[in-house]
């Protein structure tokens, strides 16, 4: 069945410091990896995503790696700053071309400056 | 803004009441998908439209339904409310020509008392 488990639930890291949260995921068909940040009673937002023809995409200070063969993906965050703090959703696309996204249960980062 | 907009913002209401959550999505997107927030469940799929046709079901009970109308907005019907049905009721559109990207509204907070 569709699971995603996402570690860990909670992190702080100093301002300047990275921050890593990893997923695995049990859908050997999921295609799409998208990663939401969401701010205290705000809606969730995509920083970035990645399909499953590749291994690794970049953006700014955000990367996201994905290993298929041994199904788990993770969020890097480089030189974290305190905006950066929120709780950060990973997700896979569960639903082939329906793209109905399965989430993991959120990591709470906060970066204290 | 992400372009989705949804009604009321917060609704409190009894228990064994019946209420009606609106979406509307952003200008094209023919896909909504609706998704529950709660503390303890995470972020759950319920259910996703597509150009007015029902595509996929996820964990929705039978107490909730839901409709998309030929102006592509959409309704979530939440009926014989218990205490565990509060929490907060995000939709999301898709645009297909995009290639996955789900656009969250600002979500819908129910309160049963």
């Known amino acids: 069945g569709e699971n995603v488990e996402q570690h860990p639930s909670t992190l702080s890291v100093q301002e300047g410091d990275s921050a890593v949260i990893k997923c695995t995921y049990s859908d050997s068909a999921s295609n799409y990896f998208p990663w939401y940040k969401q701010e205290l009673g705000k809606r969730p937002q995509l920083i970035i995503d990645?399909?499953?023809?590749?291994g690794e995409k970049k953006d700014q200070r955000i990367a996201v790696t994905l290993n298929k063969t041994a199904k788990h993906f993770s969020l890097h965050i480089t030189e974290t700053q305190p905006e950066d703090s929120a709780v950060y959703f990973c997700?896979?696309?569960?639903?082939?071309?329906?793209?109905?996204?399965?989430f993991g249960k959120g990591t709470l980062l906060t970066v204290n400056p | 803004d992400s372009g989705v907009t949804q009604t009321p913002k917060h609704l409190i209401t009894a228990t064994g009441q019946r209420v009606t959550l609106r979406c509307s999505p952003r200008s094209g997107d023919l896909s909504v998908y609706w998704y529950q927030q709660s503390l303890d469940q995470g972020l759950q799929f319920l259910i996703h439209?597509?150009?007015?046709?029902?595509?996929a079901k996820g964990n929705i009970l039978e107490r909730f339904s839901a409709q998309q109308f030929p102006d592509l907005h959409s309704e979530l019907n939440l009926s014989s409310l218990e205490l565990g049905d509060s929490a907060l009721y995000f939709c999301?559109?898709?645009?297909?020509?995009?290639?996955?990207?789900?656009?969250f509204g600002p979500g819908t907070r129910l309160t049963v008392l």
């Open positions: 999301a559109s898709r645009n297909s020509g995009t290639y996955n990207e789900q656009f």
């Open positions: 439209y597509y150009n007015g046709e029902e595509r």
């Open positions: 997700a896979e696309n569960s639903g082939g071309s329906n793209y109905k996204l399965t």
């Open positions: 990645i399909r499953s023809n590749v």
